[in-house]
């Protein structure tokens, strides 16, 4: 089945650093990945969507400079939270569409990545 | 914009018994898709079952079933013979086919199941 490699699993890391994260499909192609943001018993909140060879698209209240995306090919997203902060600390996932699989195709999921800043 | 309803946030049932989680939804959009996604505390997002907006007939994957009532906007999922490792965050989500979507899912807030043994 379709497979989305999320890394890494953990970071532990001082305040004002970056931490890029990444997100693969394994065994397919997808032009669109999105991210999303969770914090601890809630919902999965949609930060962005990632479009290959394009620019990604923000969700409303997120800051484009403070969480670039770069979707390069068709089979990596990347996440990087810029100057990281205590507050930016949470869990974060990224998603995926196999891009050939028909309209009816779910998103599959990374395992996330939990964040932590010191 | 869609909404997505999960009015039960905690619910428990017996090891091997039945429950029926619900899910509501609201939407101008003719042909769509709904999920239901589990989250178990390895917090990893597991697919469970799927429904086309356009089928009448009600999606089965083994344990899990749906009751989609299309007029009344419910899609509520039944699992049959619960188990232990049912345990876990239990996820309605919506998903309009149209090109503007981008194929976005909206998710309700969730319903934490528990098995007891």
């Known amino acids: 089945g379709a497979v989305v490699s999320q890394h890494p699993s953990r970071v532990i890391c001082k305040s004002g650093t970056s931490v890029k994260i990444e997100c693969r499909s394994l065994d397919f192609q997808a032009t669109t990945m999105f991210w999303y943001r969770q914090f601890p018993k809630q919902s999965l909140m949609l930060m962005a969507t990632s479009n290959e060879g394009s620019k990604a698209t923000y969700e409303q209240g997120v800051e484009k400079d403070k969480f670039l995306i770069n979707h390069a090919s068709l089979t990596l997203s990347t996440l990087t939270v810029t100057s990281a902060h205590p507050e930016d600390s949470s869990f974060y996932i990224c998603s995926a569409r196999d891009m050939g699989g028909g309209d009816n195709q779910p998103q599959h999921f990374g395992d996330g990545t939990r964040l932590s800043i010191l | 914009a869609q909404t997505v309803t999960q009015s039960q946030p905690e619910m428990s049932v017996q090891e091997a018994e039945t429950v029926t989680l619900s899910c509501t939804y609201d939407t101008s959009e003719n042909n769509y898709y709904l999920f239901w996604y589990k989250q178990p505390p390895s917090r990893q997002m597991i697919l469970v079952i799927r429904q086309e907006a356009y089928k009448q007939q009600n999606a089965t994957e083994n344990r899990f079933s749906v009751n989609f009532q299309k007029a009344a906007k419910s899609f509520s999922l039944k699992i049959s013979d619960s188990q232990l490792g049912d345990t876990a965050m239990y996820f309605c989500?919506?998903?309009?086919?149209?090109?503007?979507?981008?194929?976005?899912?909206?998710f309700g807030k969730g319903t934490l199941l528990t098995v007891n043994p």
């Open positions: 989500a919506f998903m309009a086919h149209s090109g503007g979507s981008n194929y976005k899912l909206t």
